[in-house]
């Protein structure tokens, strides 16, 4: 039911900025928590930011302090924002949706639904 499009990824250099946007539809009865999800070819899937459906959001360690996700429900999206990027941010970001913040951050492979995914890459 839930559909989620991803845009905003592209290439930028170290220290730079991205704001990526994630489209949602299906979420009228806010029972789900959406976030972003970042993989590269051959590694885990890394739980990145979310937000639960209180409201509250949640970031992974590796970019607490640099990224910060936001929701506008009133137009259907969510965003994250992206400073002080490293190399090491380089991956597919997904825009996901679950049952809580939780499971996206901690058990990214639970995450039932997904966007297309979009490339984000750091260097220089």
């Known amino acids: 039911q839930v559909q989620l499009v991803e845009s905003g990824g592209g290439s930028v250099q170290p220290g730079g900025s991205l704001r990526l946007s994630c489209a949602f539809s299906g979420n009228t009865d806010g029972r789900y928590s959406l976030g972003w999800i970042r993989q590269v070819a051959g590694n885990e899937r890394e739980g990145v930011a979310a937000i639960d459906r209180d409201g509250s959001a949640s970031y992974s360690d590796s970019v607490k302090g640099r990224f910060t996700v936001s929701q506008d429900n009133t137009e259907n999206t969510q965003y994250l924002q992206m400073n002080s990027l490293k190399p090491e941010d380089t991956a597919i970001y997904y825009c996901?949706?679950?049952?809580?913040?939780?499971?996206?951050?901690?058990?990214?492979?639970?995450?039932?639904?997904w966007g297309q995914g979009t490339q984000v890459t750091v260097s220089s």
């Open positions: 996901t949706a679950a049952s809580s913040a939780w499971l996206i951050l901690q058990r990214p492979d639970r995450v039932p639904h």
